[in-house]
């Protein structure tokens, strides 16, 4: 396949894992900050193709693993309402609140539709002007430009049947808030490449300076991720810590500025919580002032919503990089993807999930004809197998 296969070359992919190992000297950990690269780097097994002394720790990037449990919870008390059609991604339907999910609202005669873009929510608002449509719009500045755009087309027509339900996140503060934690061990990022198409990354370049943290800007596909660790690792070795591209098929230092002007003008920094992290300063948007009047959550009174997660679950310290899924004693047993504790196994991009599916005992390569054959390298490579299916075909809440 033009333009997959390139990138999935098992030869170039032991090349680089060769380069890596002749680069590095001492035990080095770095962090993965997308669900979609973690996926990546489980099912294709980079992390067991890398010299034992580069270990690679799971961020808080997948967006449905981050959504707090409240508001699950409050999405759930708004689609309820026989005035509401609510609309969300296919992903995060299935995401369980404290007591139950959107499907089983659905199940029991709530409107609850699968959308492919916020523009699709806003068209049923002109469709059906006697219901109100809500819009969950989640996720990281990768789905914010849209969401805000749907907004922004709203009040310029008038719709004043259609709002948000906005849990948006922002990737910066919570590597701020990893690197400033008194337990943290990384070293080194893998910023992930689709925020980046957005935001540019000129907000890392004071972190990395601060923190002494090499940041590299990484794609998606087996040999961006490879190629992304071995410009960190000789970041380290070489006692630099800047901010690098290796992403420059679709990321430009400065962003997308179109896009950018519309979120600053829809949206507004806020304070967020994480699910399974906490509250991060600084770490989300909300409807700006301007745009208030689009609030799902004032409109239909569901601030004050609150819920506990499971006090087994550790997903926290596997979204801070400070354990692996596989540390917990939970992970396959009373936690599965069936019945998720928490937010790493709830999301089919998150990391738990990720060693559920492709590190289960029983796992086994896509192909025995691919094993790379490196003494220096612990496992396998696979990079004949199809594309990665997270789980849902529906549209995802991070493309």
């Known amino acids: ?24 000297t001492r035990p080095w950990t770095i962090m993965e900050v997308c669900g979609g690269q973690t996926h990546a780097i489980v099912r294709f097994g980079l992390d067991e193709l890398l010299p034992k ?4 720790v799971h ?78 719009a989640v996720g ?6 849209a969401n805000a755009m749907s907004v922004f087309q709203a009040k310029r027509e008038g719709i004043k049947n259609f709002s948000l339900l906005v849990s948006h ?11 400033s ?21 000129t907000e890392y370049e004071p972190l990395a300076k601060k923190y002494r943290v090499p940041i590299v800007v990484t794609g998606f596909e087996p040999l961006d991720i490879l190629h992304g660790v071995l410009l960190c690792v000789k970041q380290l070795e070489e006692g630099r810590a800047v901010v690098e591209n290796q992403y420059v098929r679709a990321v430009r230092r400065e962003g997308n500025q179109p896009a950018l002007i519309v979120m600053q003008d829809v949206f507004q920094v806020v304070h967020r919580k994480w699910r399974g992290v906490g509250e991060i300063p600084k770490s989300g948007l909300g409807l700006s002032k301007a745009y208030e009047a689009f ?17 087994e679950c550790i997903s926290g310290l596997i979204l801070r990089g400070v354990k692996k899924p596989k540390e917990c004693s939970a992970f396959g047993t009373r936690c599965t993807p069936e019945h998720p504790l928490g937010a790493t196994m709830v999301s089919s991009e998150g990391a738990c999930a990720a060693y559920y599916r492709y590190r289960k005992p029983s796992s086994k390569p896509s192909s025995p004809n691919d094993s790379v054959g490196d003494p220096s390298c612990r496992a396998t490579v696979c990079m004949d197998s199809p594309p990665v299916a997270a789980g849902n075909d529906d549209r995802k809440s991070d493309e």
């Open 1 to 24: 396949m033009q333009y997959i296969d390139e990138y999935r070359d098992p030869e170039a992919a032991r090349t680089l894992a060769r380069e890596i190992t002749r680069v590095v």
């Open 53 to 56: 002394t580069v270990t690679l």
């Open 59 to 136: 961020g808080p990037g997948c967006p449905v693993c981050v959504t707090p449990l409240e508001i699950i919870d409050k999405a759930i008390a708004i689609a309820a309402r026989p005035d509401v059609i609510f609309c969300s991604f296919g992903d995060m339907l299935r995401v369980p609140g404290s007591c139950q999910d959107l499907f089983s609202v659905k199940a029991t005669g709530g409107d609850v539709r699968i959308v492919y873009s916020p523009l699709d929510a806003l068209q049923l608002a002109r469709q059906h002007p006697d219901k109100e449509v809500v819009f969950f």
């Open 140 to 145: 990281f500045e990768t789905t914010a430009p």
């Open 169 to 179: 996140v922002i990737v910066p503060p919570a590597i701020e808030a990893i690197l």
């Open 181 to 201: 934690s008194p337990d943290n061990k990384v070293q080194a990022f893998l910023a992930a490449g689709h925020v980046c198409a957005v935001m540019g990354y």
């Open 295 to 311: 609030d799902a959550e004032k409109r239909f009174d569901v601030v004050g919503v609150t819920a506990n997660e499971s006090p």
